[in-house]
């Protein structure tokens, strides 16, 4: 599955949509808030908002790892994730689920060509199509850690 399917970015905003702060986690740290947050700064630099830069290890490790990240096998609960995308303060929950929801939105219309190139911290430089299919997966993961 891919964002830039109209079907599927349609359910995944109706699923954020969804979301309260008092949604319970079903695995994980994270409240909805943060998760909103963390999520975000992702779509962020997908969409360009947020250069990113492939660290060390992910030049090491990333093209070992890169088709089973691309791959339609879910995420595993609690999978590691870089310290600049671990959200440890609380947030404003209806402030961040709009925040997500503008980006959602804005890769999407974007598309593939708007993704196209952008830099992965982990992956390196990927192509659009690979980061539709992995911020669907990135948040299935996320709303699937909240039960929606």
Not at 34 to 52: K, N, S, T, Y
Not at 55 to 73: E, H, N, Y
Not at 113 to 137: C, I, N, P, T, Y
Request: one cysteine or more; glycine letters at 12%.
């Amino acid at each position: 599955k891919t964002l830039f399917d109209p079907a599927v970015h349609q359910d995944i905003a109706q699923r954020i949509g969804r979301l309260t702060a008092a949604t319970p986690r079903v695995w994980g740290k994270m409240t909805p808030a943060q998760m909103f947050v963390h999520c975000a700064l992702i779509l962020e630099g997908a969409v360009g908002d947020r250069p990113g830069r492939q660290i060390f290890i992910g030049k090491l490790l990333g093209p070992f790892f890169r088709k089973s990240l691309l791959s339609d096998r879910p995420f595993g609960r609690n999978a590691p994730t870089g310290p600049d995308l671990v959200i440890r303060d609380e947030r404003n929950f209806e402030a961040e689920k709009k925040r997500l929801l503008a980006v959602l939105e804005r890769f999407h219309r974007g598309g593939i060509a708007g993704a196209e190139g952008k830099v992965h911290g982990f992956l390196g430089r990927m192509s659009g199509d690979e980061w539709g299919r992995l911020q669907w997966k990135h948040l299935e993961h996320h709303l699937q850690q909240f039960g929606v």
